[in-house]
């Protein structure tokens, strides 16, 4: 598919105004997101962007069914989880809603200084109305470029609101080194107005 694929905004979506150039990472795996997360992130760093955001990493527990939840926040470092501790039998993760406000206010506050911002993903709680929904609809206007992951399930949700200002890409299991240098390349460039592509 052509990166450079143009698109305009058919839906009207709940965003509003949108990123310089925001790109939904499509993913099946948390694990291929990561990967395409930490390429990202490592390039654009190498280049000397400042970058903000929540990046998620899944921490097993000893003796536990199932992970914790955390997220790093790129600009200060700062790591906040965000699974409540449902003891040692439990089977699943539960979100910690104050912990993520937590660490969306610790964004927020990053926006200011950062080029471009990651966010972990536009997920269940997302979808539904709740989660980072807000930090989300803060991050699309024309200033910043927004990189965040939509899981395969939720891109019709993801679609709904934000409009069709985006790019789609696919978060291969292993993302080539050329692909993750043309993305950082052009999330890097310099802003040159409210025009938005995706992938089509």
């Known amino acids: 598919m052509d990166m450079l694929a143009q698109g305009r905004d058919a839906t009207g979506g709940a965003a509003g105004h949108s990123a310089a150039i925001c790109v939904a990472l499509v993913y099946d795996t948390s694990a291929d997101l990561n990967r395409w997360f930490a390429g990202l992130v490592a390039e654009l760093r ?3 962007k400042s970058l903000a955001g929540l990046i998620q990493e899944d921490v097993p527990q000893a003796g536990r069914s199932r992970c914790d939840m955390v997220l790093h926040e790129l600009a200060t470092g700062r790591s906040i989880s965000i699974s409540e501790d ?7 993760c539960r979100l910690s809603t104050p912990r993520l406000l937590e660490a969306a206010q610790l964004v927020e506050a990053q926006l200011a200084d950062a080029e471009i911002v990651f966010l972990n993903k536009f997920g269940k709680a997302e979808a539904e109305g709740g989660g980072l929904r807000d930090l989300i ?3 699309i206007e024309p200033r910043k470029s927004l990189v965040i992951g939509v899981p395969r399930s939720n891109l019709g949700a993801w679609t709904e ?4 200002f985006f790019r789609t890409v696919e978060a291969t299991p292993e993302p080539r080194r050329e692909v993750i240098a043309a993305l ?4 890097g460039q310099p802003k040159t107005g409210s025009e ?3 992938v089509v």
């Open 46 to 48: 190498r280049s000397g």
């Open 86 to 92: 449902l003891g040692a039998g439990a089977i699943s």
């Open 137 to 139: 609809a803060h991050c």
């Open 161 to 164: 609101f934000c409009g069709e």
């Open 184 to 187: 950082a390349a052009l999330l």
């Open 196 to 198: 938005h592509l995706h």
